[in-house]
C-alpha cells in the first residue's frame, strides 16, 4: 500500500513556463514534507521542505505547497529551465522521532528549450 | 571529498560471491541510512544508524548485513544474494534534530547486479 503517490509518471514543459508536480498523501500521521530531484546517475538531491504547520515555503524559483485536508502537495517551478530535467521524488516523514522517509515513485520532468 | 561518497559505483556479482558496499560522509552527520531502489518502486529504508547503533531494521533479509564502525562510515556486506536483490543501493546522511526536522543527503548509489 504506497503511502505516497506521485500519480504523473512523467511531464514535458516549455522552458520559461511553470513546472507544477503533485504528489499525493494517505497517512495522516505524516507532518514533514520533502522534494528531492534526482539526476541519472547521481543521488537524490534535496530541493525543499514543508512542516505542516505551513501551507507554503518558497525558495527561489521553488515553491511547495501543502494542502492537509487534501492530503495533497505540489511543487512549483517557475520560470522552468532546462537543467531542471530530472525526476522528482516527493517524500514524507511521520512527527517525532521517526527517521523514516516515505518515497513517491517519482516524476520525470523534461523541460523543453 | 565532499558530501557522501559510495564505493563501489557498479558492482556485479554471482550468488554464491560476498561483498561490500562502502559509505562515507564528509558533513559531520550523526546519522546514516541505506535504502534501495529497484525498478519502477519507490525508494526503500533499509537500515538506519544513530550515533553508530542501528535504530531501525526494515524488515530487511538476513543477506544483507549492515556495519556503522564509527559517525563517518557505513558498510552494507552482501552475501548468498538472488537475482531480485539487483537494485541500485543508495546511503544518505543527516544531523538529527529532536523536532525531527532533519535533512537527508544522499550518495551517488551502487547500482547491484546480482546474476
Known amino acids: 500500500d504506497q503511502q505516497v503517490k506521485q500519480n504523473s509518471p512523467s511531464l514535458s514543459v516549455q522552458e520559461g513556463r511553470i513546472s507544477i508536480l503533485n504528489c499525493d498523501y494517505t497517512?495522516?500521521?505524516?507532518?514533514?514534507f520533502l522534494w528531492y530531484k534526482k539526476y541519472p546517475a547521481e543521488g537524490p538531491t534535496f530541493l525543499i521542505s514543508?512542516?505542516?504547520?505551513?501551507d507554503k515555503n518558497e525558495d527561489g524559483r521553488f515553491t511547495v505547497f501543502l494542502n492537509k485536508s487534501a492530503k495533497h502537495l505540489s511543487l512549483h517551478i517557475v520560470p522552468s529551465q532546462p537543467g531542471d530535467s530530472a525526476v522528482y521524488f516527493c517524500?514524507?516523514?511521520?512527527?517525532?522521532?521517526?527517521?523514516?522517509?516515505?518515497f513517491g515513485k517519482g516524476t520525470l520532468l523534461t523541460v523543453n528549450p | 571529498e565532499t558530501g557522501v561518497t559510495q564505493t563501489p559505483r557498479h558492482l556485479v556479482m554471482g550468488m554464491t560471491n560476498k561483498k561490500s558496499l562502502k559509505c562515507e560522509q564528509h558533513?559531520?552527520?550523526?546519522?546514516m541510512y541505506w535504502y534501495k531502489q529497484s525498478a519502477k518502486k519507490p525508494l526503500e529504508l533499509m537500515f538506519v544508524?544513530?550515533?553508530?547503533?542501528?535504530?531501525e531494521n526494515n524488515s530487511v533479509p538476513s543477506r544483507f548485513s549492515p556495519e556503522c564502525p564509527n559517525s563517518s562510515h557505513l558498510f552494507l556486506h552482501l552475501h548468498t544474494l538472488q537475482p531480485e536483490d539487483s537494485a541500485l543501493y543508495l546511503c544518505?546522511?543527516?544531523?538529527?534534530?529532536?523536532?525531527?526536522?532533519?535533512?537527508?543527503?544522499f550518495g551517488p548509489g551502487t547500482r547491484l547486479t546480482v546474476l
Open positions: 558533513l559531520g552527520h550523526n546519522a
Open positions: 544518505a546522511s543527516s544531523q538529527r534534530t529532536s523536532g525531527g526536522t532533519d535533512t537527508q543527503y
Open positions: 544508524y544513530s550515533l553508530e547503533e542501528r535504530v
Open positions: 497517512n495522516s500521521m505524516f507532518d514533514y
Open positions: 517524500a514524507a516523514r511521520k512527527g517525532g522521532s521517526n527517521y523514516k522517509l516515505t
Open positions: 514543508i512542516s505542516s504547520i505551513k
